[in-house]
């Protein structure tokens, strides 16, 4: 198919009727509203990373549930067996509700209540949210003789922010349990309730009451519903691949590389396909250039906060073995923060073992690799990224690319120096009296926002080697030190065979022992082979 001069991105559109409308790119992803639609349970629950699609997924099923057939002209849904009658809607978006208090909340779950109430009238007796609720939707019902879809939109957007405040969170909890725990009683009036979100608050709270809350978020037949497969890549998409290839003079094929070592890899069961991220995709047909859009608003908030409080280390998120009762607990049950980072989309299901039912987590793909190193930088490092990025990380990238280990080490000798002593450090070089965790820490942190890839902690038949960075030309194996000498790190890589499985992979192989004073809290020596 040869491409198109003109192609309409859905770059922050998440009404389906514009979409249609207006004439955007649009991924046909009908067939799966209609399997929706149909479902046994009528209470679905879906959760999926922000920026995956979930508001479009939610006003394309208002859509639908409203009538509008027109919109849905030539795509699957059309061909699939429906009524098409104009049922009532009910369509809550609490990405308003977000960094309000709890009365805020409520005064939001109000105006958004005003709007249907506008058409199907009030009662002076309904005075809370969820009284409300339950009022407007029997009243729909009762005057259209048609059961009433409700959607919630961004359901756990509230109580993000609170997470890490057991009291906040206990207040806003309640807000949101008064508004939903009507939900089971209207049942008999319900032909939908979808709910979205981006976590998974257990149905021990949130919705303690609708014990029939059918969670189709790890559920392989939707593991599509958001984002773009590698066929829609091919299919739908392929106009705008060729015209992004165009723009960067490359090949089709180079330019799907690139796409796919960047946006793609996420998996939402452990039979899905991997998914690209649908908004990362589409900001770069639109703009031509391959960014990091995912993380322009930076790194949530709430999830620093809970990496903190779990003292999470990032070393270990290249490839992390869980059960799925580990990476997929409800929210306020977490003992880490594996959970959140799978549900927010920072790691993914890499793979699973069906014999011993475990799963492999990782990292999806580059830009969340580099944009979540540079969100995590200022609060781990104390010095802004920017600063980094431009000074030593620029020239200390140079000097690897030259292969000239010794500039680089200097450099990086330099930087380590002036860090400031912020408080998470301090923790780190407490711990670091006993291992040197600490600076494969810093080190993990610093390659990563360079787009190098490497490892730590990598097993070997002659044990762990602390760190592998991996160059276009050079492989570095690099064994860190606090109570020994440089000499005897480098001796150690040598005698334990550490660099052995890189020798036959084509690139040069060096070898790095360094010696970090903790007095001085950096890299005093080094020696390279």
Request: glycine share 6%; proline share 4%.
């Amino acid at each position: 198919m040869a491409p198109t001069n003109r192609r309409k991105y859905p770059v922050g559109i998440q009404t389906f009727s514009r979409l249609r409308r207006e004439g955007y790119v649009y991924v046909d992803k009908t067939d799966l509203v209609w399997q929706m639609a149909t479902e046994d349970s009528p209470f679905l629950f879906l959760a999926r990373p922000r920026r995956f699609g979930k508001s479009l997924l939610a006003s394309t099923l208002h859509s639908f549930f409203a009538g509008e057939r027109e919109l849905f002209r030539g795509l699957k849904a059309d061909a699939l067996e429906w009524d098409w009658q104009a049922y009532p809607v009910l369509h809550f978006d609490l990405s308003a509700a977000r960094h309000l208090s709890p009365q805020g909340v409520r005064d939001e779950l109000g105006l958004q209540l005003e709007l249907v109430e506008q058409q199907y009238g009030t009662n002076p007796g309904e005075t809370s949210p969820g009284m409300r609720l339950a009022g407007v939707t029997r009243r729909a019902y009762a005057q259209t003789g048609r059961q009433v879809a409700i959607i919630v939109d961004e359901y756990d957007a509230p109580l993000l922010d609170v997470l890490h405040d057991d009291e906040r969170l206990a207040e806003m909890r309640e807000v949101m349990q008064e508004f939903y725990q009507r939900l089971k009683m209207l049942e008999p009036y319900i032909k939908c309730c979808f709910i979205t979100g981006i976590t998974k608050f257990s149905q021990l709270s949130i919705f303690s009451t609708i014990n029939n809350l059918n969670n189709i978020t790890m559920l392989p037949k939707y593991a599509a519903l958001c984002g773009m497969t590698e066929e829609e890549l091919n299919t739908t998409l392929a106009p705008d691949v060729a015209l992004m290839a165009e723009a960067n003079e490359c090949s089709p094929q180079e330019m799907r590389r690139r796409l796919k070592e960047r946006y793609d890899g996420y998996r939402f069961s452990w039979q899905s396909p991997e998914i690209y991220n649908p908004f990362s995709l589409f900001r770069a047909f639109s703009s031509k250039q391959l960014g990091n859009y995912w993380f322009e608003s930076g790194t949530p908030t709430f999830l620093i906060k809970q990496m903190q409080k779990f003292h999470t280390d990032i070393t270990t998120m290249e490839s992390l073995e869980a059960a799925s009762d580990d990476f997929d607990k409800p929210t306020e049950a977490m003992v880490s923060a594996l959970p959140l980072l799978y549900q927010s989309g920072y790691v993914t299901i890499k793979d699973y073992d069906r014999e011993s039912q475990m799963y492999t987590l990782g990292i999806p793909n580059r830009e969340v690799s580099t944009g979540f190193t540079e969100g995590l930088v200022p609060t781990y490092m104390g010095v802004a990224t920017g600063e980094v990025r431009t000074g030593f990380a620029l020239k200390f990238w140079r000097a690897l690319k030259n292969d000239d280990l010794e500039l680089a080490l200097r450099e990086m000798q330099a930087f380590l120096a002036g860090l400031p002593y912020v408080e998470g450090f301090k923790k780190k070089l407490e711990d670091v009296k006993n291992a040197e965790g600490f600076y494969e820490y810093t080190f993990y942190l610093i390659f990563n926002m360079l787009n190098v890839y490497a490892r730590t902690q990598v097993k070997c038949s002659g044990g762990r080697i602390d760190m592998v960075v991996y160059m276009p030309t050079t492989t570095y194996i690099f064994e860190l030190k606090m109570h020994e000498s440089a000499q005897k790190a480098l001796e150690q890589i040598e005698s334990r065979g550490y660099a052995l499985p890189y020798h036959t992979e084509g690139r040069r192989v060096v070898k790095a022992g360094l010696h970090f004073d903790l007095d001085s809290r950096t890299l005093d020596d080094w020696a390279v082979e």
